[in-house]
């Protein structure tokens, strides 16, 4: 090393210094939504040709790595690296080789936690792409130029990488220039696509929320006077949802601007299974009131007949009570005609008597009908017929809209 100055660069003031890269990634160890980054161990090998280092023979020599502060070596950094070390068990994982040409290989294993811009809108189905970024600090393009090694076969291991809820779609490199306020500086970077493993998904969150929606369903097929069975079913779904949606959002991040695919199904199961315990209010409340109605209905009638003194049960449609006032009309004149035929020589003074009793009572008995019809179309514009059709149509317009709902979401979030 006589002569040899390790703070000035190769080919000093003859143009730039050639770096070529390449890469080993030896495991992915944590990929967080939360903090948007990923944890990546690596061996990152340099190489470079020192004219000053060449020696005669066709060999080369492995030097050790604490040797490395004797020798001009790049400054490269990972710009979107947030914490990282180079590993030193037993020694420093540093190796130095030199070869006969005057060529220098430097290989480190550095572990590092690197910043990933994720967008989570379709969590769980998303597809992430990652980088890996490599520039030089203080050297500009003047002074290093950086290449990979042997383009994407520069890049080793992510075809045999196995992670625990994502898989390696894609990978590919690219060599570009960062340009900061100091200079233009070279740069590698290497990009890979992630797809996250949707199955560990479907059967924690998706397949729960599909059933508790479906348990919703079963109170539609229970009597409406069983009011504690049907209310014990709602709120218990209810319940259970809202623990669901606060259990899927903990792993994720509180950030306002993504709105994940796995919020808008739960979101939906909520709506739904919200939806049928608000059927059995409705019909519970249709259900009261139409009794209440019916009940008023029967005392007014039975009013009626009291005062017109007739001890018969009232009808309860305005179509038989016209018709029973039609009846008890051509009954009270057939038994006047007899009794005129019979006795001739009655007064005409009673027959004109009880022919105006015959004809008041009609009177009264259709003047009742006609209230009654015209009260029971007023409240029939407020009221359901048969409450009980709430629930015989909620059997299929719930089970429909929600199979259409999610043939819906899965097409968007799939395909899309």
């Not at 006969?100 to 550095?110: D, Q």
């Not at 002074?143 to 990979?148: G, I, K, L, R």
């Not at 950030?255 to 199961?269: E, H, P, Q, R, S």
Request: glycine share 4%.
């Amino acid at each position: 090393m006589k002569g040899y100055n390790r703070y000035l660069r190769p080919n000093f003031n003859e143009g730039p210094v050639e770096i070529r890269m390449s890469l080993d990634i030896a495991s992915i160890d944590a990929i967080s939504e939360i903090n948007m980054d990923y944890t990546a161990t690596i061996f990152l090998r340099q190489r470079w040709c020192d004219s000053r280092l060449v020696f005669p023979g066709n060999g080369s020599v492995s030097v050790d790595g604490r040797l490395v502060s004797l020798l001009w070596i790049p400054d490269t950094f990972i710009p979107d690296s947030k914490r990282s070390f180079l590993h030193d068990v037993t020694v420093e994982n540093r190796l130095i080789r030199i070869f006969s040409n005057g060529t220098v290989l430097y290989a480190l294993r550095i572990t590092a936690t690197i910043a990933c811009n994720m967008d989570l809108t379709k969590y769980p189905m998303d597809r992430q792409v990652c980088t890996l970024q490599l520039e030089s600090w203080g050297y500009n393009l003047q002074d290093v130029v950086f290449n990979w090694t042997r383009g994407n076969d520069s890049v080793k291991g992510l075809d045999t990488l196995r992670l625990a809820q994502y898989t390696v779609e894609s990978y590919y490199t690219s060599v570009s220039e960062a340009v900061y306020e100091t200079g233009q500086y070279p740069k590698l970077v290497l990009h890979f696509a992630l797809r996250r493993n949707v199955f560990f998904f479907i059967l924690e969150t998706y397949v729960p929320a599909t059933l508790l929606v479906v348990l919703s369903w079963v109170s539609f097929w229970i009597s409406q006077a069983s009011v504690p069975a049907r209310t014990c079913i709602g709120v218990t779904t209810v319940l259970t949802m809202t623990t669901l949606m606060m259990g899927a959002r903990t792993s994720l991040p509180n950030a306002n601007c993504f709105i994940k695919a796995i919020d808008v199904y739960l979101g939906i199961c909520f709506t739904f299974i919200f939806g049928a315990l608000l059927e059995y209010a409705c019909a519970h409340f249709y259900t009261m009131q139409h009794c209440t109605f019916e009940d008023i209905h029967r005392e007014l009638m039975r009013d009626l007949n009291e005062s017109s003194g007739n001890g018969s049960i009232p009808a309860v449609t305005s179509t038989q009570t016209k018709q029973q006032c039609l009846e008890v009309g051509s009954s009270a004149e057939e038994e006047l005609t007899d009794q005129a035929e019979e006795s001739a020589g009655s007064s005409k003074n009673t027959v004109t008597t009880t022919k105006e009793h015959t004809q008041q009572q009609q009177g009264q008995c259709c003047g009742c009908s006609s209230v009654k019809h015209a009260s029971r179309k007023a409240v029939s514009v407020f009221t359901v017929e048969n409450p009980h059709n709430i629930d015989r149509h909620s059997r299929t317009l719930f089970p429909a809209a929600f199979l259409f709902v999610n043939v819906l979401y899965w097409l968007y979030y799939l395909f899309l």
